[in-house]
Structure formats: C-alpha cells, structure tokens
T-cell receptor, first 110, second 114 residues
Framework: DAKTTQPPSMDCAEGRAANLPCNHS???????VYWYRQIHSQGPQYIIH???NNETNEMASLIITEDRKSSTLILPHATLRDTAVYYC???????????FGTGTSLTVIP | GAGVSQTPSNKVTEKGKYVELRCDPI?????LYWYRQSLGQGPEFLIY????????DSGLPNDRFFAVRPEGSVSTLKIQRTERGDSAVYLC????????????FGPGTRLTVL
C-alpha cells in the first residue's frame, strides 16, 4: 500500500475550519483514501473515505486533488472535542491492512 | 453488543511470561483485526480474521505471537515469552462484510512488560 505524509501537529481556533493536509504521491488507481482519528486513550474512529470525488458526511469533508496525490480533511467548525490525532490512510479496496503512519495531532484552542 | 470490548484494559507482566488478550467484536461482524500501538506511533497491523480463519497474519512480528478465533466471534491474542519490547497498546477492531466497511475499534489493552 502507498504511504502517506502528514504534518506532525496543527492548531485550530475553536469554531474555525480545520484543514488537515495529506500527501499520498505514490497512490495507485485502486487505492482509497481513508481518514480516522484517535482521541487520547481511545481506539481510532472512522471519519470518512473517498476515491476520486470529494466526499462529505456529518463529521467532515474530504477534498481529493484531481491527480489524487494529495487530499485535505476539513472539519468545518472545530470544537474542543475534535482535539485528536488524525490519520490519513490509503488502502486497496479489497485490502485488509490499514497503514496508519504517525498522523497529525490537532489541537483545538478555545 | 454496544461496541468492541477488550479485556483486560491493563496488563502488567514480567519478562518471559505468557499473556492472553481478549477481544469481543460487535455482534455479527465477521472481520476482526488486531493492531499494536507503541507510544507516539500509529497503530500497526498484526493480523486479520475473516470468520474463524486468519486471512492475513503478515503483521505478526515473530512466532511468539499467535491469535485465534475458534468460533468466529471472540478472539484471543497470545504472546509467549514476553519481552520488554512487546509493551504497547493492543487494539482490536471489527467490521462487517463488504467493500469500504468501517472498522470499529475497541479501547485497547495496555500491556506492560517489566
């Protein structure tokens, strides 16, 4: 599976949009982009996934560039509860492994 | 059940001992995964079960690690002759069948090998 690169940490003001970038320049055609987050001392939690098109759900939006080499997770109105480590993962749709990497530690500031 | 549960939540053992970590997946989920997470790192894949069989065990670090799921539900991760380097949080996840199905994670078992 392709690897991902994320900034190690980011801050965001409460109520503002949090934009978390991810590079996956070696992604192949059948690999999907997934985002999970992990709040301290808990297991990871699914956020969203996509292949080519932008996706939105009740938690976040996922913007994937046309060449699919990078993506951005957007939390539209960050709250203090969104403070967590966010993992960008690429995965073959039939694959069983998730390669998590080290993620981005997002701190939402009051 | 409400979610994936793991027992014990914490386990302290001595170097060389044998430990078993248990995972109760969400009822009806046929897929079950074990991960290991060291401090400051993301979860690292260990093994994946589809039903009772281990479909992919390529992440197990060595032959001291073994996992079973005899009835296709509860799974046990077994570690023989524990070493200090085995200290980590061991996470279990389960999912239903199908493409792009979400993995639901348990809270993990924190293993400390003294």
């Amino acid at each position: 599976d392709a690897k991902t690169t994320q900034p190690p940490s980011m801050d965001c003001a409460e109520g503002r949009a949090a934009n978390l970038p991810c590079n996956h320049s070696t992604i192949s055609g059948n690999e999907y982009v997934y985002w999970y987050r992990q709040i301290h001392s808990q297991g990871p939690q699914y956020i969203i996934h996509g292949l080519k098109n932008n996706e939105t759900n009740e938690m976040a939006s996922l913007i994937i560039t046309e060449d699919r080499k990078s993506s951005t997770l957007i939390l539209p109105h960050a709250t203090l509860r969104d403070t967590a480590v966010y993992y960008c993962i690429v995965r073959v749709y039939t694959g069983n492994q998730f390669y998590f990497g080290t993620g981005t530690s997002l701190t939402v500031i009051p | 059940g409400a979610g994936v549960s793991q027992t014990p939540s914490n386990k302290v053992t001595e170097k060389g001992k044998y430990v078993e970590l248990r995972c109760d997946p969400i009822s009806g989920h046929t897929a079950l995964y074990w991960y290991r997470q060291s401090l400051g790192q993301g979860p690292e894949f260990l093994i994946y079960f589809q039903g009772t069989g281990a479909a992919d065990d390529s992440g197990l670090p060595n032959d001291r690690f073994f996992a079973v799921r005899p009835e296709g539900s509860v799974s046990t991760l077994k570690i023989q002759r524990t070493e200090r380097g085995d200290s980590a949080v061991y996470l279990c996840a389960s999912s239903s069948l199908g493409l792009h199905t979400e993995q639901f994670f348990g809270p993990g078992t924190r293993l400390t090998v003294l």
